[in-house]
């Protein structure tokens, strides 16, 4: 499916003004709130028309496809900064160390030690983010809360890796204060680990999607990884 040019900009610019509104509704600064445009699923023309609109980071689930698409828009106008954000098994971390500037994932200390060891001399650090399985979902990937601050101090040790913060995928609830009161975990969370890690470069919490990045803003979110509201719906997943 291909959508407009324009329509992909008028979508962005849509997205752009509820960040704004909600940044302004909870007294926050709107560049305080990075956006991460998720284009999984969708083509790299239309990550470059996202791309030629000003938006420069994006976010990609599955690796391979990733890897295609970077590959695909190496040398544009404008250098991208490229997040995984889907699961790494460990016979992808060479794809993400190689490839990828952020991976939003790591829950285990051997995916890390892998991304560390496998990142490329010449490339700058890995910036990475532990995922935490916030709201506790029995079937779902990411690290219990109260394991998160131990597996945070082991991959700070990790020289080839820049240790940004915390990343957090909660079930959909409904309605506005239930959403804020799942971020808000995730906040309380992040603020403890920032203050017993005492690292400056520990400044990302990336939470908040297309139906809750509102709530995430009003929560504390740094980073909000919206696919739908920019690209359209997804015609199939893998
Ligand atoms: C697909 C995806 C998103 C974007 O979801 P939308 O609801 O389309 O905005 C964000 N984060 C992760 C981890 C995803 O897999």
Known sequence: MNTSPDALKDQLRAVQTRMASACAASGRRVDDVQLLAVSKT????D??????????????NYIQEGVDKITALQGGAQALVWHC??????NKTKLVAEYFDWAHTVDRLKIAQRLNDQRPAH?????VCLQVNIDGGQTKSGIAPAD??????EVAKLTRLKLRGLMTIPDPVVGFEAQVAVHAKARALF???????????????SMGMTNDLEAAIQAGSTMVRVGTAIFGGRTYTA
């Open 47 to 60: 990550v470059r028309q996202v791309a030629a609109c000003g938006q420069r980071d994006f976010g990609e």
């Open 148 to 153: 998160v601050l131990a597996l945070a101090r």
């Open 85 to 90: 954000i889907g699961p790494i098994q460990s």
């Open 123 to 127: 490339s700058a650090p890995l910036n």
């Open 191 to 205: 603020d403890e680990v920032k203050t017993a890690l005492n690292l400056p470069q520990f400044d990302t919490l």
């Open 42 to 45: 969708f083509s790299a023309d």
